[in-house]
């Protein structure tokens, strides 16, 4: 509900209450009947009561050792939960610990990929560009890297960015000229 996404909202801004718990610590926080200005979290427990919510449960989000998160379950009444529902709620936050485990992994493989993969195209476009230099200017290509280099540090530039713009012929061929004394 609304309502308990404001509250737990509020438990990540104060930083106190169930679900902060049992993610700092890895372990359950069981049934625990909330408290009017006091009980464990005194403000937590102050705006949980005046929501409407009564008692809750927090069950961390683990796989193995790690703790990616925690689950919150609130109650409006101060009864426990019940034993098979709480077997239900940890699969629950098994199942969502393993997704979150799945998504971190899946988006550093992609991330990791675009790495890759950027760093691939900016070193063909390096080596197209000693090509242009080395042809053009008449030197080697290790002469042409130099100056391609040399001229990207002294304007401040990125290297790929220079090299860019002499694959493009839109750098002035005086920017490889050697350097005079």
């Known amino acids: 509900s609304e309502a308990m996404r404001l509250l737990e909202l509020f438990e990540l801004q104060a930083r106190e209450g169930p679900c902060m718990d049992a993610f700092r610590t890895g372990e359950p926080v069981t049934h625990e009947n909330l408290q009017a200005g006091g009980g464990r979290w005194p403000s937590f427990s102050a705006v949980a009561l005046d929501t409407g919510f009564r008692s809750v449960l927090a069950l961390p989000l683990r796989l193995r050792k790690l703790t990616v998160g925690a689950l919150n379950l609130f109650s409006v009444h101060h009864a426990p ?14 199942i969502a610990a393993l997704s979150v485990v799945q998504y971190r992994a899946s988006a550093e493989a992609q991330r990791l990929n675009e790495q890759l993969s950027a760093a691939l195209t900016s070193r063909v476009v390096i080596e197209q560009a000693k090509g242009v230099i080395s042809e053009r200017a008449g030197v080697d290509l290790t002469e042409a890297f130099s100056r391609l280099r040399t001229y990207a540090r002294n304007g401040n530039r990125r290297l790929t960015e220079v090299a860019q713009a002499t694959v493009d012929g839109t750098l002035d061929p005086l920017a490889w000229a050697p350097a005079r004394p």
């Open 81 to 94: 939960v019940a034993e098979a529902d709480v077997v239900v709620a940890r699969a629950f936050a098994d």
